[in-house]
């Protein structure tokens, strides 16, 4: 009768309080996404583009148990550490557009060598045109490093999410004075949970 009783309690306070809900995480932000996105997978010729798959939870969590979130369901950082090997991601947003991924600052540890990366972005509205990436490798064989890629011809799906742009990738070795450029267009497909 008590279980009962308590049961019922707390489905009135669900229906009478429509306020309450679960918490909804918004990850797909940091690769430009928005809405109840499943997956995203990317087609693209970005070297420093290492995983091209990324997979969501129905409420909006990356599919991972190591990023943290801040109250408003964006992701704010990861932190690992199993000693030989670190690894520690901060993200920022606007202040005005608090959707709008800013800077992301990463560090790595691996043995002696230690990388740092400092990411920023820039926008037209809420459509990233310039990602200028600053990254300086510590340790046995130290180097710096300046990538700036610039995006346009954007196309778009039925939820706003871009599926294909233009890239011109420009990058230079700040050690050596090396430089690379490169032009190709990348595409992704995103599914949504129902």
Known sequence: MIRINVITLFLSILVLCPGIKAQDYKAASLWDANGNVKEIKYKTKDPLMKKKKMKFEKDGKLKSNVMTYDDNGYPCGIDMNFGVVAFSVKFTYSSSKP????????????????????????????????????????????????????????????????????????????????????????????????
Not at 101 to 129: A, H
Not at 142 to 149: D, H, L, M
């Open 99 to 194: 959707h709008l991924l800013e800077n992301v600052v990463m560090d790595t540890k691996v043995r002696n060598d230690y990388n740092s990366y400092d990411i920023t972005f820039s926008y037209e509205g809420d459509v990233p045109v310039k990602r200028v990436i600053n990254a300086q490798k510590k340790g046995d064989d130290p180097a710096s490093f300046e990538w700036t890629n610039i995006f346009s011809n954007y196309k778009f799906d039925s939820k706003g999410n871009w599926i294909s742009r233009d890239v011109e990738m420009k990058g230079r070795n700040l050690t050596d004075s090396t430089t690379k450029e490169s032009s190709y267009t990348e595409t992704r497909e995103l599914t949504y949970w129902q």
